[in-house]
C-alpha cells in the first residue's frame, strides 16, 4: 500500500488535463434501475432512478467563464480557447468517450403541496470523475435541452440566470459554505424566450449552460417521489446506494443504518442553513426537489441576500404573498422538507422512533450551530446566558430601527473602539451600515449607542485580545457577497459581450473575508439605482 503522505503529495503534484483527455465512470447509472424508454417526450417515468437522454446541441457554444477552482479540484485544466473540443463538450455538443448521460426522476413539495413527478427538466448529468485525490464528482450541464422531465418547458436555461448559478456555487464555497459547485459557463448562440415576471411580456435572452459539479445531486424529492409511488424496492435500492456511496462511514444497509443517515441529512442540512443565516442567504425556493441529499446548497434560482435586515425578505416575487421562504423562515422549512422525508423512508424503517430522533437531531443542531455563529459574529466565543441572550435579540430590533445592512454591520463591528471618547466615535465605524446616515433620529443613535455600551462591556468580560477577536470575527463576517445587484451588473456587461465583472466577481469572492481594498467598490451596500430593479431587489423563477 502506498505511504498516505506519498500518495498526497503524488495526486497534489497531478497537473490538472483537459477535459477531453479524462477518464470518466458511471457508478450511478450502473448501480441503478434505469427507465427502460428512450423516448425523449415528457412522461411519467415509473419505478426508476433516471432515463437515459443525450444533450441537445447547440447554436455556437463558446466558453464565457471557468472557474480554476474547481477545475483544479476535478484534476480539469481550463480550455485552451472559447471554441475547443473541451468547450463542445460542456456546451452538450460532443460526448466523450465513456459518457453516459442521463436526467434523475425525482419529485418534489413545492411551497408546501406534493407536485407528484418533476426530474430534471433541464439539468443532463454528463458522467463523473474521480479526482486525483479519489473523490467522485458528477459533471452536470444545466440547460442542455429536453428530457422527460421537461413537462411543457424547453431544456433551456438564460444567461441571466446560469452566470448567477455559476458566480453564487463559487461564492458559497469559499465562504465555506456546502454547495454544489460550477465548473464553466458556456453561452450557447442560441435564444431562449422567457416571460421574466410572468407579465404578458416575452422576450428572447442568449441562452447558456452552467456545467455544475457535486459529489451527487440526489435530492429528498428523489425520494419522495418513490414512497409516493409504493416503488419501495427502488426507494431501497437508493438508498442503499446513497449510503454505500456518500455515507460508508454508516456501515451496510440495514434498519439502524437507515435511520442513522436520515438523521446524518438532518444534521448537515442543519449546519447548512445555519450558514445561510450567518451570511444572509436566502435560498428563494426551498422546495423538497432542491434540497440536496448531502446537504449541499442546490439550485440556484431566485436566491438574494439580505441587504436592509428584514426577517421578512424574500427574493422570489413568486413568494411575495406567502413569504414562505423567507430568510426567517429557513430554519423551519428545513424542518417541515426533513419530515417529508422521513416519511417517504418510513417504509425501510421499522419503527417511527429513527425519524422522530432525527428530526431532534435536526432542530438540536440547528440551535447549536446558530448560536455558535452568531456568537462568532459578535466575536464571542460562546453565548453564555440569558444576558447573552438578550443582548443578541436586541440586536435583531436594532437593526430594524433604520435600515442596515446586515453584512456590512457585522463586518464593521470589529472596529468600533473600545475606548471611544465619545457616543460620535462609537457609531462611526457602523455609519456605512446604515442606508440613510445622515437621516438617523437622534433616538434611534442614541438606541444604537446604548447597545454597543453594553456590548462592549460583554466582550471585555471575555478579554480576548482586540487584536485576536477583531481577526476571528473577520473570519465569521464576509465583507463580499453576491449582492443580486452585482451579479446583475455583470448579467448586463455579459450580455453586452463584456465577461470582464464575471471574472474579477469570480477572484473577490474567492477571497470573501480578506479585506482587498482595491475592491472596496464590490463591499458597498445597494445603490439607490438597484432597489426597485428588476434582478437586484426581485427575481422570479423564470430562468
Ligand atoms: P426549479 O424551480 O428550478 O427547481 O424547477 C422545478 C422543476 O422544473 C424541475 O423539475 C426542473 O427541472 C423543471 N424546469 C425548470 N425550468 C425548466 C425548463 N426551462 N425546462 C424544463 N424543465 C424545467
Ligand atoms: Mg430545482
Redesign the pocket.
Known sequence: MTDPTIAKVLTSASPPVDLCDLSFDDHFVRSLPADPSRVNQPRQVRDACYSWVSPTPVNTPRLLAWSDDAGNLLGIARPVDSTSPAVEALAGNRLLPGMRPFAAC?G?H?FGQWAGQ??????ISLAEVVNPAGQRWELQLK?AG??P???R?????VLRSSLREFLCSEAMHHLGIPTTRALSLVTTGDWVVRDMFYDGNPQAEPGAIVCRVAPSFVRLGNFELLASRGEIKTLRRLADYVIETHFPELGSPSPASYAAWFTEVCRRTAVMIAHWMRVGFVHG?M?T??LSILGLTI?Y?PYGWLEPYDPAWTPNTTDESGRRYCYANQPRIGLWNLTQFGRALQPLLETAEGIEAGLAVYRDTFDHTYRHLMAGKLGLATLEDADDEKLLADLFELLQIAETDWAIFFRKLADVPVDAQSDAALIEPLRAAYYAPDALAPRHEAQIVGWLRRYLARIQRDSLEPAIRQARMRQANPKFVLRNYLAQQAIDAAEKGDPSLIETLLEVMGHPYDEQPQHEALAGKRPEWARHKAGCSALS?S?
Do not use: F, I, K, M
Open positions: 425525482y418534489g413545492q418533476l426530474g430534471d427538466g433541464r439539468a440547460g429536453p428530457t422531465y421537461s413537462r418547458a424547453d431544456g433551456r436555461a425556493v422546495n426537489d432542491n439550485d434560482g423563477c430562468s
